[in-house]
């Protein structure tokens, strides 16, 4: 018999909220919702239940203020935090956010020690950086969700630049979250073709431009808060690939120890994930230009952690 998984989604807000629509849609999981305020985790867990008998999903949902109902988790992921407001950086929300990560970290742990953690919360290398020490957990299962939204923000721009098929197109963004972030034209291809070959340098230099502002685009849009579909489903990808033991290579969070000559601290690369959270980290060739820009954002995320203490 197919083992039952159990997925908590500490946050019950925008991406929290989503990222439980997208499990439960998928059948992922069994899906424990945790926020801090009364009624919200437990109203949307019991909302969403309710859509299952029209989509015909089958799981279980809590929602609950404590963690208790989390005990042996599989994945924990966590959205709890601020989000920005136009105008913000991501980095504004460094100090508070780390004391709500560090809080929920020692919470979640406590009753899943085997867990994977998946980091949402921004600014979200630092953030990561969090949650490995708090946790004391091994590298492998500590991932920040950061790549997969930018890599598909910019697959996005590129379809639309080329009027094809989504599916058809990759990309690589590599780095931390934020603006120093470093999208790779040439290891983004359509249908194997890499976009160097397909579109102009200025177009192309207009796309990583907006891939790089990307969520900035958004929260000036909506005013109140950031992107949420998006990065839910970068955060689901994640999790079916780890619970599917798929072992797909996804652009990740992860901590370097050496790695493209980064030494103690998250940084976005590409990364195989399976059953036992990060199985390997992929080095791929850079060329000088790159390799500046990725240790330049790289030095970034150090500021951060710097300011944390840790
Ligand atoms: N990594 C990424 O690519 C990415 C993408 C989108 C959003 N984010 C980040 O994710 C976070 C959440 O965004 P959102 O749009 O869902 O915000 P939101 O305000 O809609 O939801 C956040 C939720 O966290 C809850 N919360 C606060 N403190 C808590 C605590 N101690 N324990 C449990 N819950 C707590 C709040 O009550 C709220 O419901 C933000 O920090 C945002 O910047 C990151
Ligand atoms: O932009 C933000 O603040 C949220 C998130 O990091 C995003 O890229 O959408």
């Not at 949650?131 to 598909?152: C, E, N, T, Y």
């Not at 009027?163 to 979250?177: M, P, Q, R």
């Not at 603006?179 to 579109?199: F, H, N, Q």
């Not at 120890?257 to 791929?284: H, T």
């Amino acid at each position: 018999m197919a083992r039952r998984y159990k997925i908590t989604v500490v946050g019950a807000g925008n991406v929290g909220a989503t990222c439980a629509h997208w499990l439960a849609s998928k059948e992922l999981g069994d899906i424990v919702l945790v926020d801090i305020v009364e009624g919200v985790p437990q109203g949307k867990a019991l909302d969403l239940a309710q859509a299952a008998p029209i989509e015909g999903f089958d799981v279980k949902l809590v929602g609950t203020n404590g963690y208790d109902e989390t005990r042996d988790s599989d994945i924990v992921i966590i959205t709890a935090g601020l989000p920005r407001k136009p105008g913000m950086s991501r980095d504004d929300l460094l100090k508070t956010n780390a004391e709500i990560v560090s809080q929920v970290v020692d919470e979640a742990v406590k009753r899943s020690p085997n867990a994977i953690l998946i980091v949402i919360s921004n600014p979200l290398d630092a953030m990561c950086q969090v949650a490995l020490r708090r946790s004391g957990f091994p590298k492998q299962r500590v991932i920040g969700m950061a790549g997969v939204l930018d890599s598909a923000r910019m697959r996005a721009f590129i379809a639309e630049a080329l009027d094809v098929s989504v599916e058809n197109v990759t990309a690589f963004v590599l780095g931390g979250h934020g603006d120093t972030m470093v999208p790779l034209p040439r290891y983004s291809t359509v249908a194997g073709i890499p976009i160097t070959e397909l579109l102009p340098k200025e177009k192309i230099d207009q796309i990583v431009k907006r891939t790089a502002n990307g969520g900035a685009e958004i929260v000036s849009l909506l005013k109140t808060g950031s992107a949420y579909y998006a990065p839910s489903a970068a955060a689901v990808e994640m999790v079916e690939s780890i619970l599917k033991d798929k072992k797909k290579i996804l652009p990740c969070s992860v901590y370097l120890e050496g790695e493209y000559g980064i030494s103690g601290l998250f940084v976005g690369v590409p990364v195989k994930l399976g059953a036992r959270g990060i199985e390997q980290i992929i080095e791929i060739n850079l060329t000088a230009e790159e390799r500046i820009a990725l240790q330049k954002s790289a030095a970034a995320v150090q500021e951060l952690v710097k300011v944390l203490g840790l």
